[in-house]
């Protein structure tokens, strides 16, 4: 009460802002045919685009897209009527530029959500860019897909939104893989590609289930009712008491077993779900399929493997068949590489930085863990600014940054802003870079990245950074030592 009140508060002392562009204009006033072609190109933009976070001024936190997950760009968590013009930067923490995490906790069911969205220390303005494209700039066959996967998620559900808010709160806190957590959503929402679905889409297709020729294929019938699965649900001896009883959708069903079954079996429930949906797909394609009654041991057999992946440490080390090796830079004293890893069972990335001098000696290694900003160009992106970074802190002026992904490079290399989701990031690494005697940004294969990389993935071990003045770290030191002796 007290952090909605004080919000309460700053929207009121929030001022109007008298910025208007094409994407807030009353679509009513006019007529003329190339009005309505720009407005329509402008709902494309609008249903498909995203902002993206600098200072957060122009974006409001309800109805804009702006967060990072593909299947959750705006906020889901029902807002106030009063706080519906409030904006992002009411959730920043400023100057610090960091998200206010105690009042996200308590205000937004999505708070992981923002918190994994990096923020620049510059506090740039907002940007409305495109997702769709790796450069964040629209073109017609991105706008063509992104519509399609839009009518895909927004088709008519029997469920009413009172009974997907339980559901929205329960599945992000199941400790299932996030496809699985992903796909319980969309059956929840009724969001997968079923027959009735497609129908609903008026493509020309029969919507009865190709299992059972004998009802429509919805959600629901396609991984519960249809009795060509009935085998699967039969062995499962919890779900008894809720399979006499009817439900109506999948929401419903879902809702059923969170109420009644323990965490365990809820998280069993979804993966079977998943496997079956799974099938279903494979089975169209005239894959190989899992027998029907080894779904339910394959369900479990896959959590107890995603759990103890939690538990068991990554394989030390792995030296990687060489043909393009680490080259000390030809320009430059120092030679710094950089990379990002992805850990998406954790929701958590690694960002690995080597700095070699021309003799390949190691000056200075970083292993840091961050939030998974949901891409790896991101991530990429991430590890460059790290990498400028990086070099300051150890008091060095001039450096090669070495990066392996073609797209990240490519944008450090231009001067124009990108319009890229991590474009505020290639603008921090820029700005930093700007502050050395001289810089250069430059690509390499991957093999001659390999100690970056190595460092990226071992940051699933650490806590948080890890620094190492004149070394590397243990689990990478033979292939630094067979880096430098080759
Ligand atoms: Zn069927």
Not at 324 to 350: C, H, L, M
Not at 390 to 405: H, P, T, V, Y
Request: proline letters at 6%; charged letters at 25%; a positive charge.
């Amino acid at each position: 009460m007290d952090d909605s009140s004080s919000l309460f508060y700053r929207v009121f002392k929030a001022k109007f802002f008298p910025h208007c562009s094409i994407l807030e204009t009353d679509t009513k006033t006019r007529g003329s045919y190339a009005w309505q072609s720009i407005i329509k190109a402008r709902e494309v933009l609008l249903k498909g685009g995203v902002w993206r976070v600098g200072d957060g001024r122009k974006i409001k936190i309800w109805k804009t897209r702006w967060l990072l997950e593909d299947h959750h760009r705006s906020i889901v968590t029902h807002g106030p009527q009063l706080l519906q013009d409030c904006t992002v930067d009411q959730l920043i923490l400023k100057p610090r530029m960091e998200w206010d995490s105690a009042l996200i906790d308590k205000l937004l069911y999505d708070a992981e959500a923002i918190k994994n969205i990096p923020l620049s220390d510059r506090a740039p303005p907002d940007k409305f860019c495109w997702p769709g494209t790796a450069n964040g700039l629209y073109t017609v066959k991105s706008g063509y897909h992104s519509l399609l996967h839009y009518e895909k998620q927004h088709l008519p559900g029997s469920s009413t939104k009172d009974t997907l808010q339980p559901i929205w709160n329960s599945v992000w806190s199941l400790q299932i893989p996030k496809k699985c957590q992903h796909f319980a959503w969309r059956a929840s929402r009724e969001a997968l590609p079923t027959r009735v679905n497609l129908c609903r889409r008026r493509l020309p297709i029969d919507p009865t289930c190709e299992n059972c020729r004998n009802s429509p294929e919805d959600v629901l019938h396609a991984v519960w009712t249809c009795p060509s699965i009935h085998l699967v649900w039969a062995q499962e001896d919890w779900t008894q008491g809720i399979r006499a009883s009817p439900v109506m959708d999948f929401a419903d069903l879902f809702s059923k077993v969170l109420a009644t079954a323990y965490q365990q079996n809820s998280e069993v429930f979804i993966v079977i779900s998943w496997l079956l949906w799974q099938r279903r797909n494979k089975k169209r394609l005239g894959q190989d399929v899992l027998d029907i009654d080894q779904v339910g041991n394959k369900a479990r057999a896959y959590l107890t493997e995603f759990v103890s992946s939690f538990e068991t440490p990554p394989p030390t080390e792995l030296i990687p068949a060489v043909n393009i090796k680490w080259q000390p830079s030809r320009d430059f004293v120092f030679k710094v590489n950089y990379d990002g890893a992805v850990f998406q069972e954790t929701n958590e990335a690694g960002i690995g930085v080597i700095v070699r001098n021309q003799a390949g000696k190691v000056m200075a290694t970083l292993v840091q863990k961050v939030r998974y900003p949901q891409s790896v160009e991101c991530i990429e992106a991430w590890a460059a600014k790290r990498a400028v970074q990086f070099i300051s802190e150890i008091g060095l002026s001039e450096a090669e940054f070495e990066g392996d992904s073609k797209t990240v490079v490519a944008a450090l290399n231009v001067s124009h802003p990108s319009a890229a989701p991590y474009g505020h990031l290639i603008a921090d690494a820029q700005s930093l870079a700007r502050a050395l005697t001289s810089f250069c940004f430059s690509h390499v294969k991957r093999q001659g990245n390999a100690l970056a990389h190595a460092l990226a993935r071992m940051a699933k071990t650490i806590d948080d950074i890890e620094v190492w003045m004149e070394d590397v770290p243990p689990p990478t030191k033979r292939l630094y030592l067979s880096e430098i002796s080759s």
